[in-house]
Protein backbone atom coordinates (compact mmCIF):
# COMPACT_ATOMS: atom_id res chain seq x y z
CA UNK A 1 0.00 0.00 0.00
CA UNK A 2 0.62 3.46 -0.12
CA UNK A 3 1.08 6.96 2.08
CA UNK A 4 1.75 10.24 0.53
CA UNK A 5 1.12 13.73 0.47
CA UNK A 6 0.21 15.98 -2.73
CA UNK A 7 -0.97 19.01 -3.61
CA UNK A 8 -3.99 19.41 -5.13
CA UNK A 9 -7.51 20.04 -4.93
CA UNK A 10 -9.34 17.45 -3.03
CA UNK A 11 -12.72 18.16 -4.99
CA UNK A 12 -11.18 16.88 -8.34
CA UNK A 13 -9.72 13.83 -7.29
CA UNK A 14 -10.66 10.64 -8.90
CA UNK A 15 -7.95 7.91 -7.76
CA UNK A 16 -9.69 7.52 -4.60
CA UNK A 17 -13.07 6.25 -3.57
CA UNK A 18 -13.07 8.64 -0.88
CA UNK A 19 -12.16 12.10 0.21
CA UNK A 20 -12.55 13.32 3.83
CA UNK A 21 -14.41 16.60 4.42
CA UNK A 22 -13.28 19.04 7.19
CA UNK A 23 -16.69 19.76 8.51
CA UNK A 24 -18.32 21.38 11.42
CA UNK A 25 -20.83 19.59 13.68
CA UNK A 26 -23.54 20.82 11.53
CA UNK A 27 -22.67 18.64 8.41
CA UNK A 28 -24.66 21.39 6.35
CA UNK A 29 -21.62 22.99 4.89
CA UNK A 30 -19.55 25.84 5.18
CA UNK A 31 -16.15 27.71 4.14
CA UNK A 32 -12.49 26.05 3.48
CA UNK A 33 -12.62 22.42 1.73
CA UNK A 34 -16.08 22.09 2.77
CA UNK A 35 -17.73 24.63 0.95
CA UNK A 36 -15.80 23.73 -1.95
CA UNK A 37 -16.64 19.97 -1.56
CA UNK A 38 -20.38 21.10 -1.41
CA UNK A 39 -20.18 23.61 -4.63
CA UNK A 40 -18.72 20.39 -6.28
CA UNK A 41 -20.86 17.96 -5.29
CA UNK A 42 -24.02 19.82 -6.09
CA UNK A 43 -27.03 20.18 -3.62
CA UNK A 44 -28.08 16.54 -3.17
CA UNK A 45 -25.07 16.84 -0.74
CA UNK A 46 -26.28 19.06 1.87
CA UNK A 47 -30.07 16.96 1.33
CA UNK A 48 -28.00 14.00 2.28
CA UNK A 49 -26.16 15.71 5.15
CA UNK A 50 -29.92 17.13 6.48
CA UNK A 51 -30.77 13.14 7.16
CA UNK A 52 -27.63 12.57 9.58
CA UNK A 53 -28.66 14.80 12.35
CA UNK A 54 -25.15 16.25 12.28
CA UNK A 55 -21.97 14.62 13.84
CA UNK A 56 -19.73 14.90 17.08
CA UNK A 57 -15.94 16.45 17.37
CA UNK A 58 -13.92 13.59 16.44
CA UNK A 59 -16.42 11.63 14.64
CA UNK A 60 -16.56 10.74 10.84
CA UNK A 61 -19.77 9.75 8.65
CA UNK A 62 -20.09 8.66 5.30
CA UNK A 63 -22.55 10.06 2.42
CA UNK A 64 -22.69 9.82 -1.56
CA UNK A 65 -20.58 11.90 -3.77
CA UNK A 66 -22.92 13.31 -6.07
CA UNK A 67 -21.14 14.91 -8.97
CA UNK A 68 -17.81 14.53 -7.72
CA UNK A 69 -15.45 12.00 -9.15
CA UNK A 70 -14.87 10.00 -6.26
CA UNK A 71 -17.79 7.64 -4.69
CA UNK A 72 -18.03 8.73 -1.40
CA UNK A 73 -17.59 11.69 1.13
CA UNK A 74 -16.77 11.00 4.61
CA UNK A 75 -17.12 14.01 6.74
CA UNK A 76 -15.22 14.70 9.98
CA UNK A 77 -15.37 17.50 12.34
CA UNK A 78 -12.11 18.20 13.44
CA UNK A 79 -11.52 20.07 16.91
CA UNK A 80 -11.25 24.09 16.67
CA UNK A 81 -7.84 24.36 18.42
CA UNK A 82 -8.02 26.51 21.81
CA UNK A 83 -3.67 26.04 22.83
CA UNK A 84 -3.73 21.89 23.02
CA UNK A 85 -4.56 21.72 26.59
CA UNK A 86 -8.38 20.53 25.39
CA UNK A 87 -8.16 16.89 24.90
CA UNK A 88 -7.60 18.80 20.80
CA UNK A 89 -5.00 15.71 20.28
CA UNK A 90 -7.41 12.67 20.80
CA UNK A 91 -10.10 14.48 19.06
CA UNK A 92 -7.59 14.95 16.14
CA UNK A 93 -6.76 11.38 16.18
CA UNK A 94 -10.13 10.35 17.06
CA UNK A 95 -11.18 12.05 13.30
CA UNK A 96 -8.72 10.34 11.52
CA UNK A 97 -9.32 6.92 13.29
CA UNK A 98 -12.84 7.22 12.77
CA UNK A 99 -12.73 7.91 9.20
CA UNK A 100 -10.57 5.15 8.42
CA UNK A 101 -13.16 2.60 10.53
CA UNK A 102 -16.07 4.11 8.11
CA UNK A 103 -14.03 3.43 5.33
CA UNK A 104 -13.21 -0.07 6.14
CA UNK A 105 -17.03 -0.68 7.21
CA UNK A 106 -17.85 -0.03 3.59
CA UNK A 107 -14.67 -2.06 1.68
CA UNK A 108 -12.99 1.61 0.75
CA UNK A 109 -9.67 0.58 0.16
CA UNK A 110 -8.54 4.24 -1.50
CA UNK A 111 -8.64 7.30 0.86
CA UNK A 112 -7.42 11.31 0.84
CA UNK A 113 -7.57 13.51 3.84
CA UNK A 114 -7.65 17.27 3.91
CA UNK A 115 -5.60 19.14 6.16
CA UNK A 116 -8.22 18.42 8.83
CA UNK A 117 -8.63 21.14 11.25
CA UNK A 118 -5.37 23.44 10.18
CA UNK A 119 -7.42 26.07 8.45
CA UNK A 120 -10.61 28.13 10.11
CA UNK A 121 -10.10 25.87 13.23
CA UNK A 122 -6.41 26.82 13.65
CA UNK A 123 -4.31 23.68 14.73
CA UNK A 124 -0.84 24.41 14.15
CA UNK A 125 0.43 22.34 11.17
CA UNK A 126 2.98 20.51 12.70
CA UNK A 127 1.04 19.09 15.49
CA UNK A 128 -1.85 18.25 13.50
CA UNK A 129 0.18 16.52 10.85
CA UNK A 130 2.22 14.49 13.23
CA UNK A 131 -1.25 13.20 14.88
CA UNK A 132 -2.80 12.69 11.73
CA UNK A 133 0.29 10.97 10.10
CA UNK A 134 1.07 8.84 12.99
CA UNK A 135 -2.90 7.80 13.89
CA UNK A 136 -2.93 6.46 10.00
CA UNK A 137 0.78 4.59 9.82
CA UNK A 138 -1.10 3.07 13.46
CA UNK A 139 -4.48 1.89 12.19
CA UNK A 140 -2.60 0.68 8.35
CA UNK A 141 -0.67 -1.35 11.00
CA UNK A 142 -3.77 -2.98 13.03
CA UNK A 143 -5.25 -3.45 9.86
CA UNK A 144 -2.89 -4.57 7.50
CA UNK A 145 -3.73 -5.27 3.90
CA UNK A 146 -7.23 -3.06 4.03
CA UNK A 147 -5.94 0.04 2.19
CA UNK A 148 -4.27 0.54 -1.28
CA UNK A 149 -3.59 4.27 -1.03
CA UNK A 150 -4.06 6.75 1.67
CA UNK A 151 -3.00 10.15 0.78
CA UNK A 152 -3.21 13.85 1.90
CA UNK A 153 -4.65 16.32 -0.95
CA UNK A 154 -2.74 19.71 0.49
CA UNK A 155 -4.37 23.06 -0.90
CA UNK A 156 -0.56 24.70 -0.86
CA UNK A 157 3.08 24.13 -0.16
CA UNK A 158 3.70 24.83 3.58
CA UNK A 159 0.82 22.17 4.19
CA UNK A 160 2.32 19.45 1.69
CA UNK A 161 5.74 20.03 3.08
CA UNK A 162 4.97 19.49 6.61
CA UNK A 163 2.50 16.28 5.85
CA UNK A 164 5.27 14.60 3.67
CA UNK A 165 8.35 15.60 6.32
CA UNK A 166 5.84 13.32 8.94
CA UNK A 167 5.08 10.91 6.61
CA UNK A 168 9.32 10.40 5.66
CA UNK A 169 10.12 10.17 9.31
CA UNK A 170 7.83 7.05 9.19
CA UNK A 171 9.54 5.81 6.49
CA UNK A 172 8.86 3.55 3.56
CA UNK A 173 9.93 0.54 4.95
CA UNK A 174 7.10 0.40 7.62
CA UNK A 175 4.55 0.12 4.66
CA UNK A 176 6.22 -3.37 3.97
CA UNK A 177 3.30 -5.87 4.09
CA UNK A 178 0.79 -3.83 4.84
N1 LIG B 1 -8.81 20.98 -1.54
C1 LIG B 1 -7.93 20.63 -0.57
N2 LIG B 1 -7.73 21.37 0.55
C2 LIG B 1 -8.44 22.51 0.67
C3 LIG B 1 -9.39 22.96 -0.29
C4 LIG B 1 -9.55 22.12 -1.44
N3 LIG B 1 -10.42 22.42 -2.40
N4 LIG B 1 -9.92 24.13 0.15
C5 LIG B 1 -9.32 24.42 1.32
N5 LIG B 1 -8.44 23.46 1.65
P1 LIG B 1 -10.57 24.40 6.55
P2 LIG B 1 -10.85 23.33 9.30
C6 LIG B 1 -7.55 23.32 2.83
O1 LIG B 1 -10.64 25.79 7.07
O2 LIG B 1 -9.68 24.09 9.78
C7 LIG B 1 -15.36 25.14 7.42
O3 LIG B 1 -16.09 26.32 7.35
C8 LIG B 1 -7.19 24.56 3.60
O4 LIG B 1 -6.21 25.33 2.90
O5 LIG B 1 -11.36 24.06 5.33
O6 LIG B 1 -11.02 21.90 9.72
C9 LIG B 1 -16.13 24.00 8.08
O7 LIG B 1 -17.51 24.07 7.81
C10 LIG B 1 -6.63 23.93 4.87
O8 LIG B 1 -5.29 23.48 4.63
O9 LIG B 1 -11.01 23.31 7.68
C11 LIG B 1 -15.83 24.22 9.53
O10 LIG B 1 -16.69 25.19 10.09
C12 LIG B 1 -7.51 22.68 5.05
O11 LIG B 1 -8.18 22.51 3.79
C13 LIG B 1 -14.42 24.73 9.53
O12 LIG B 1 -14.24 25.35 8.25
C14 LIG B 1 -8.53 22.77 6.16
O13 LIG B 1 -9.03 24.08 6.28
C15 LIG B 1 -13.41 23.61 9.65
O14 LIG B 1 -12.13 24.16 9.76
Not at 4 to 20: F, P, S, Y
Not at 157 to 168: C, D, M, S
Amino acid sequence: MEIKAILGDITKQADVEAIVNAANESLLGGGGVDGAIHRAAGPDLVKECRTLGGCRTGDAKITSSYDLPCKYVIHTVGPIYYGGKSGEEEKLSSCYRRSLEVALEKGIRSVAFSSISTGVYGYPLDKASKTGVDTVFDFVSKHPSSFDLIEWVCFDGLTLKYYEEQINDHGRSALRGL
